[in-house]
């Protein structure tokens, strides 16, 4: 099956720092999403990104297909981005990183 | 809209006890996904519907867990008996039918097996 590898895997951050978060795939998939789960549980969809680049506020993803990789930005982090963010992908089903468990301190 | 919602929001059982979870998905969603996450680990895939049929049921770890969707609307995920190592969160995710949407995850079930 596939293989998806996270990175890195604890990030600590000031309040308004930037950083980048990187998702790696053993194989070609054509169903990428990266998920935040927060201190709730709750599992929120960030995007849908097969390939290209979207934007939504603070946050932008990017997928090079071709290299089967993708990154989250996640610029002038707030304490409410804690938490931790996932990356799944595949075709029908998806298969999740172990996820990059972030604090964003005051 | 509304989003999936997934009941109970918590289970506390004891080992050898039955418990079913339940998975209302977004009206119009065929895609279904069962997913868990055991013991702070990775997020597993368990199995997937597309309207009442199991597309894929590669992931149920064993006979002790069943999974049925009614005429293509809600789903249950039974567990019978319960063991410890069930313990975890189960998600619920749902999608539009095509490959190029994303999933909608409910808020899961934390299950505690005692």
């Known amino acids: 099956g596939i293989q998806v590898e996270q990175s890195p895997p604890d990030l600590i951050l000031q309040e308004g720092a930037n950083s980048t978060l990187r998702c790696n795939f053993s194989?070609?998939?054509?169903?990428l999403q990266w998920f935040h789960q927060n201190p709730w549980g709750q599992l929120i969809n960030l995007f849908y990104?097969?390939?290209g680049t979207k934007q939504n506020g603070r946050l932008s993803a990017t997928t090079v297909a071709t290299e089967r990789y993708s990154l989250l930005y996640i610029s002038s982090s707030q304490t409410t981005d804690s938490g931790v963010y996932f990356c799944?992908?595949?075709?029908?089903?998806?298969?999740f990183g172990i996820g990059t468990k972030l604090q964003v301190i005051p | 809209e509304a989003g999936v919602t997934q009941f109970p929001s918590h289970s506390v059982i004891e080992k050898g006890q039955t418990v079913t979870l339940r998975c209302d998905p977004i009206?119009?969603?065929?895609?279904l996904y069962w997913y868990r996450r055991v013991m702070g680990k990775e997020i597993k895939f368990l199995l997937h519907?597309?309207?009442?049929?199991?597309?894929?049921e590669s992931g149920m770890p064993n006979n002790r867990f069943l999974a049925e969707r009614t005429g293509g609307t809600y789903s249950t995920l039974k567990v019978q008996p319960a063991e410890l190592e069930d313990s975890g969160v189960y998600f619920c995710?749902?999608?539009?039918?095509?490959?190029?949407?994303?999933?909608?995850f409910g808020s899961g079930t934390r299950l505690t097996v005692v």
């Open positions: 995710a749902s999608s539009q039918q095509g490959l190029n949407y994303g999933y909608t």
């Open positions: 194989d070609s998939v054509n169903n």
């Open positions: 990104i097969p390939s």
């Open positions: 799944a992908g595949g075709y029908q089903k998806v298969t």
């Open positions: 009206s119009g969603h065929d895609n």
């Open positions: 519907f597309v309207k009442e049929s199991k597309q894929d």
